[in-house]
C-alpha cells in the first residue's frame, strides 16, 4: 500500500478521485507531522456533517401495524473559503521555525514556499481544490412496533484503487413517537432518535486504513400540511475518526497515523417534503460546525394517506 491510501481516505468520500491519486505522494509527504491534522480537517468535518444528514424527513412513527420506507438521499457539503487555508508550522529541522498560511487538502493546487537559513526553502504542498464533497447513500425504515421503528443505511464505495478495498459505511437507528403521550402536540409529530454509524475503509490485507464512529441522538418534528411536510430537529453528535497511511519504501518514511475526536456537537436541521401518496420528495438544510445539504426520495408501504399521530 503507498501513500494513495491517505488521499483514498478523504476521496472515497467524495466520489471517485480519478487523476487526483497521480499526484498523491508528492503532495503529502510533506505533512507527516502537526501540519496533518489541519491540512485534512475540512474533508473529516464534511465527512461528519454529510453522514448526519437525510437522517429522517417526517416524524411521524405509527403506532403500530407494518409499514416500509425505502429511502435514496444524496448529500453535499460546499467549502468556504475559510476551509482552504490553515496555518501551518515548518517541520524538522528547518530553521527558523515559522508559521504561514497554507492550502488544505481541498485549497488551490499551489504549493507555499518559506525561506529558512542559508537561503533554504521549505515546501507546504497545495491541495487538491475541491469546492464540495456528496454521495449517495440508500436506507430502509421498517416499522411499527409500540411506536417504535428501525432505519438501516449501507454504502459500498470502491476507491479504484489496487492496494486498498472498499470501503463501507454502515448506519442503524431507532425512532420512539413521542407525541403519542401528548395529545396536545396534534397536529405536530415529534419522535426522539438515536443512531449509530460505522466507517471503514481497508488495505488489501484486510487492515484498517480509515475508521470512524458516529452517534447520535436528537428530536424530530414534523406537521402535515396537505402534501407539504416541514420538518425540523435537533440532534446532539458524537464523532471520531482514525486513520493511517503507508508510504512507499523508496520515501522512506514510517507509517503516519492521525486521529480526529470533536467535542458534542449541536445540529439544526430544517427541511420540507412533498408526499404524493406513497412517494415523497424532500430536501433540507443542516446547520452544524460544518453544514451540509440533502434530499431525497422515498417510497413508503402502504401506500395510504395518514393524519398526524393517528
Not at 102 to 120: C, K, L, Q, R, Y
Request: charged share 15%; with cysteine; glycine share 10%.
Amino acid at each position: 500500500m503507498d501513500l494513495r491510501t491517505g488521499v483514498a481516505i478523504a476521496l472515497f468520500i467524495a466520489g471517485p478521485a480519478g487523476p487526483v491519486t497521480a499526484q498523491v505522494d508528492a503532495r503529502l509527504a510533506a505533512y507527516t507531522g502537526r501540519n496533518a491534522s489541519g491540512y485534512f480537517a475540512p474533508l473529516v468535518e464534511a465527512f461528519r456533517s454529510n453522514l448526519n444528514s437525510g437522517l429522517f424527513h417526517s416524524a411521524h412513527v405509527p403506532r403500530a401495524g407494518f409499514h416500509a420506507s425505502l429511502e435514496l438521499n444524496g448529500m453535499a457539503t460546499f467549502f468556504d473559503e475559510s476551509s482552504r487555508s490553515f496555518t501551518a508550522v515548518t517541520e524538522g529541522d528547518f530553521l527558523p521555525t515559522q508559521t504561514t498560511q497554507a492550502p488544505t487538502v481541498i485549497g488551490n493546487n499551489d504549493a507555499v514556499f518559506v525561506e529558512g537559513d542559508a537561503g533554504t526553502q521549505f515546501a507546504f504542498p497545495g491541495g487538491f481544490d475541491v469546492d464540495h464533497i456528496w454521495f449517495a447513500c440508500p436506507q430502509l425504515r421498517i416499522g411499527s412496533w409500540r411506536g417504535t421503528e428501525v432505519m438501516g443505511r449501507f454504502i459500498l464505495y470502491d476507491a479504484g484503487l489496487s492496494d486498498i478495498g472498499e470501503s463501507t459505511v454502515w448506519g442503524l437507528g431507532l425512532r420512539h413517537n413521542v407525541s403519542q403521550y401528548f395529545a396536545f402536540l396534534h397536529p405536530v409529530d415529534v419522535a426522539f432518535a438515536v443512531g449509530y454509524q460505522d466507517a471503514r475503509l481497508e488495505d488489501e490485507n484486510g487492515q484498517d486504513v480509515l475508521k470512524s464512529d458516529i452517534f447520535t441522538a436528537g428530536l424530530h418534528s414534523s406537521v402535515e400540511l396537505g402534501a407539504m411536510c416541514p420538518y425540523a430537529g435537533l440532534s446532539v453528535n458524537w464523532f471520531d475518526m482514525g486513520l493511517e497511511y503507508v508510504f512507499e519504501e523508496e520515501i522512506g518514511l514510517d507509517p503516519f497515523r492521525l486521529d480526529f475526536e470533536y467535542d458534542a456537537e449541536l445540529q439544526l436541521t430544517l427541511g420540507i417534503a412533498y408526499r404524493m401518496g406513497g412517494m415523497a420528495v424532500y430536501g433540507e438544510y443542516n446547520w452544524a460546525d460544518q453544514s451540509s445539504l440533502a434530499t431525497g426520495l422515498s417510497v413508503t408501504y402502504p401506500f395510504n394517506n395518514r393524519s398526524a399521530t393517528p
